[in-house]
C-alpha cells in the first residue's frame, strides 16, 4: 500500500529555515517524481517544487526560486525540501504526493488524489 507521510513543520522567525521530509513506504525506490505542495488559509493548495525519479530534475514556483531545495534519497525512500529565508507567505500547510514525471522531468500534477495525507504545517511569523 502506497503511503506518503510529511513532517517537519514549525514555527519559525521571518528569514529562519526548515527542512520537512516526506517518507514513502509501500513503493519502488526512484519509481516515482514527487512533489511538494502547500495550501494557505483561503487559498488554493499550489505546488512548490517537484523532483523526477532519479532526482536529476527539479522544478520550483517562481516565489520559493533561490530559497527552497528539493532532494530525494531513494535508497531511503525519502523527499525533502529545505526551505530557507522563510517569509511569512509561506506560511501553510506542505503536503507531498507523487506526481507525474519521469527520470527527464516532473510536474505539479498529482498521479492520484488519494495520498495527500495531512500534511505538515509551517508558520512563519515574528
Known amino acids: 500500500q502506497l503511503q506518503l507521510v510529511a513532517s517537519g513543520g514549525g514555527l519559525v522567525q521571518p528569514g529562519g529555515s526548515l527542512r520537512l521530509s516526506c517518507a514513502a513506504s509501500?513503493?519502488?525506490?526512484?519509481?516515482?517524481?514527487v512533489g511538494w505542495f502547500r495550501q494557505a488559509p483561503g487559498s488554493e493548495r499550489e505546488g512548490v517544487s517537484c523532483?523526477?525519479?532519479?532526482?536529476?530534475?527539479?522544478n520550483y514556483l517562481d516565489s520559493v526560486k533561490g530559497r527552497f531545495t528539493i532532494s530525494r534519497d531513494n535508497a531511503d525512500n525519502t523527499v525533502f525540501l529545505q526551505m530557507n529565508s522563510l517569509k511569512p507567505e509561506d506560511t501553510a500547510v506542505y503536503y507531498c504526493?507523487?506526481?507525474?514525471?519521469?527520470?527527464?522531468?516532473?510536474?505539479?500534477?498529482?498521479?492520484?488524489?488519494?495520498?495527500w495525507g495531512p500534511g505538515t504545517q509551517v508558520t512563519v511569523s515574528s
Open positions: 509501500g513503493w519502488t525506490p526512484g519509481y516515482y517524481a
Open positions: 523532483i523526477s525519479t532519479n532526482g536529476a530534475t527539479t
Open positions: 504526493t507523487f506526481v507525474i514525471g519521469s527520470s527527464r522531468y516532473c510536474s505539479f500534477a498529482p498521479t492520484t488524489n488519494d495520498l
